[in-house]
């Protein structure tokens, strides 16, 4: 069996993974959105859920919320029922892409009125971050267009930082923004952040609070995100990952589903890039479980990024920097997948032991019968959803 050295093992215990509240309401595809018998019927029973995950895991601290999907009275009260649950409340996420106000643009609208009312949008998110005590404002924007010539694209840039500026304006010392990219959808033709540079060039403009967020699952195919992720870390704007595996499209399957080869990529840039444990670096998953059972879901995900750190931070650093240096092709890779190929499993099991966690936390989960109970307890009211 592979060990892993006293030094992995304290890294691996730094690792803290957020979860998003969206992960445990119903979701789906346009063509149907199927209801899981026990999904949560308001946020406090998100967080109770999301609890669970933290509980067999001790790797997902903090949850992260969408607004409005997560609008409550009394944040504050939602913090203590976090807080007495053993976790606490993490990212504020806005949402300008379900109002019909927004159908041409929200922070990039050329009509003051929507523009304003998007600015509002995230100063109230602002508000709650100060409620909740989260530290950074999450914004990915589905604002662009469809067809060439349907809209000025540089104009609207120059609105985005504008109204970004006013945004960030209003964050405390303590609070960041971090802003995600997607190449595509739902405009088809021009998406207004569809990349990191562009990303980077508006948060480099508004100053050291506003970061870049890389979700995963927003790149072309083929797309060498780990490089995306070295660029940042070296550019320090790296703020926050949003984890989530594609086959096609913005799939948003479970992480390191489709291809651990490249989480494991990924992460190795991380760690090479001393972003792992790094305060300033957030790790989210962006994830929706549309048939799975999602706290398991939510188990297997951050347990599948949990592997993939143990395995890259086992890279022989050494060796591979030696056989990069003679210009040994093969033998530099050889060192990496070595890596990649060692099974970690058991060490992390025996590791978890060790730490009073169950060896196998799915297992565990399941044999806890909470499933079943939440399936019994939460009958009647509205299930959440994605959008609800
Ligand atoms: C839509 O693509 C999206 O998945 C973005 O990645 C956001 O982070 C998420 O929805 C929640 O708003
Ligand atoms: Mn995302
Ligand atoms: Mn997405």
Redesign the pocket.
């Known amino acids: 069996m592979t060990t892993l050295s006293p030094d992995i093992l304290s890294t691996l215990e730094g690792q803290a993974i957020e979860l998003p509240s969206w992960a445990f309401g119903n979701s789906g595809t346009r063509f149907r959105v199927f209801t899981t018998a026990g999904t949560p019927r308001d946020p406090y029973e998100k967080i109770a859920d999301a609890a669970q995950v933290n509980a067999y895991t001790k790797l997902a601290p903090t949850v992260a919320l969408h607004i409005p999907w997560d609008k409550v009275d009394d944040y504050a009260a939602l913090r203590r029922h976090a807080e007495d649950l053993g976790v606490s409340l993490g990212t504020i ?1 806005s949402n300008t892409f379900q109002d019909e106000d927004y159908k041409f643009g929200a922070l990039t609208h050329h009509d003051d009125r929507i523009r304003n009312k998007a600015i509002d949008h995230h100063l109230e998110c602002i508000d709650i971050m100060d409620a909740t005590g989260s530290r950074d404002l ?1 914004i ?1 924007l589905a604002e662009g267009s469809n067809y060439p010539g349907q809209a000025d694209i540089r104009a609207r840039q120059d609105r985005l930082q504008e109204s970004l500026q006013k945004i960030y304006d209003r964050l405390s010392d303590e609070q960041r923004l971090v802003l ?1 990219y ?1 190449f595509f959808e739902p405009a088809f033709y021009h998406t207004d952040v569809p990349d990191w540079g562009t990303s980077y060039a508006q948060v480099v403009s508004l100053g050291d609070k506003a970061m870049v ?1 890389l ?1 995963t ?2 790149h072309a195919p083929g797309t060498n995100i780990e490089f995306i992720v070295m660029q940042l870390l070296r550019l320090g704007k790296l703020g926050s990952f ?1 984890f ?1 595996s594609r086959f096609y499209a913005d799939d ?1 399957l479970i992480v390191g589903a489709a291809d651990p080869f490249q989480l494991f990529r990924i992460i190795f840039e991380v760690v090479r890039g001393g972003g792992l444990n790094n305060p300033d670096v957030a790790f ?1 998953l ?1 994830q929706c479980h549309n048939v799975e059972d999602k706290i398991p879901g939510q188990i297997r995900s951050v347990l599948n990024v949990q592997e993939m750190t143990a395995r890259a931070l086992l890279v022989d650093r050494e060796a591979l920097a030696a056989a990069q240096q003679a210009n040994d092709v093969l033998g530099a890779n050889a060192v990496f997948m070595d890596a990649f190929y060692t099974d970690v499993r058991p060490a992390l099991a025996e590791w978890r032991e060790s730490r009073g966690l169950a060896a196998d936390p799915m297992a565990a989960y399941a044999a806890s019968g909470y499933q079943q109970q939440i399936a019994a307890d939460r009958v009647g009211g509205t299930q959440a959803g994605w959008g609800a």
Do not use: T
Request: with cysteine; hydrophobic share 15%.
């Open positions: 996420n999450k990915w995600e997607k967020c979700d699952g927003h949003d989530n948003d989210m962006d």
